[in-house]
């Protein structure tokens, strides 16, 4: 943005592997924190029309909606809260073994780039969840602040080379991102459909269509210090969506056509 706001003569080439998901993610960041939209799906709209049709996780637009909600006026601020993670419960039990009558799930928690923790064990220590149990209960008891990637797997043990020092291979059965800061203080729980989860293992049968997971979360009274100020409090650019543009007309084409009334 400061490049393109720096001189109406510059240009912004964004470039990666594919030219899509994270070409999008980064135009429709740069358009939403233009005040360009407000509404994420408009900005995911004019790229499906102009560049190609997305197939975005539900974790890269809820991202683009934290964006949305830091430049909107009044702005919706995230809090520096650590917030621990007590236990996930899925619901229905997901159907995975070669039997397809249960799993042996395991979790992953990530925060930033870094694994904090896991539940990964000796694939004979490791609990087996039937279908008929109606859900798997699995407690996590970890604290977390600013970015975190959870990630849920079943345990299989298999003769392909997977197995090392017992442990066993991980299929994964989805995961969810999100920002501490967005999770309301009273919240103690809520609830992900499949629609809400990314990386959904593919194949019939392993899912019901009513399969959620419920995130059971406690959320600190207490601030983490910061080693520097979060660089949303630090921005004062007065931001305007016509650097965007080289001229008037194509502005007018691009609010009429994809910015919601």
């Known amino acids: 943005y400061h490049c393109l706001e720096g001189d109406q003569k510059n240009i912004c080439i964004i470039f990666c592997n594919d030219g899509k998901i994270r070409s999008a993610l980064l135009i429709c960041a740069v358009m939403i924190y233009a005040k360009l939209y407000a509404v994420p799906e408009d900005s995911l709209q004019m790229f499906a029309v102009k560049r190609t049709p997305l197939n975005m996780s539900a974790s890269e ?21 650590p917030v621990t993670i007590v236990s996930l419960i899925l619901q229905p039990v997901p159907l995975f073994t070669k039997l397809r009558d249960g799993c042996r799930p395991f979790v992953e928690v990530y925060n930033g780039d870094h694994c904090i923790m896991s539940t990964l064990h000796e694939y004979e220590q490791m609990r087996v969840f039937n279908y008929t149990e109606g859900k798997c209960i699995l407690p996590v008891n970890t604290s977390v602040c600013g970015d975190v990637c959870v990630i849920i797997y079943h345990a299989r043990n298999t003769l392909v080379g997977v197995m090392s020092q017992g442990r066993p291979h991980g299929i994964r059965m989805g995961q969810f991102q999100f920002h501490t800061g967005f999770i309301p203080e009273e919240d103690t729980c809520w609830k992900l459909n499949k629609s809400d989860l990314d990386n959904l293992a593919e194949g019939q049968g392993h899912y019901q269509d009513r399969f959620t997971v419920c995130v059971n979360v406690f959320v600190s009274d207490c601030d983490r210090k910061l080693l520097q100020p979060a660089p949303w409090l630090t921005d004062d650019a007065e931001r305007e969506c016509d650097i ?6 194509e502005k007018d084409e691009i609010i009429d056509n994809f910015v919601s009334k």
Not at 67 to 81: C, F, Q, R, S
Request: positive net charge; glycine residues 0%.
């Open 61 to 81: 637009l809820k991202y683009l909606y934290y964006l949305a909600d830091i430049v909107k006026n009044p702005p919706n601020y995230p809090h520096n809260k």
């Open 244 to 249: 965007l543009f080289s001229s008037k007309i």
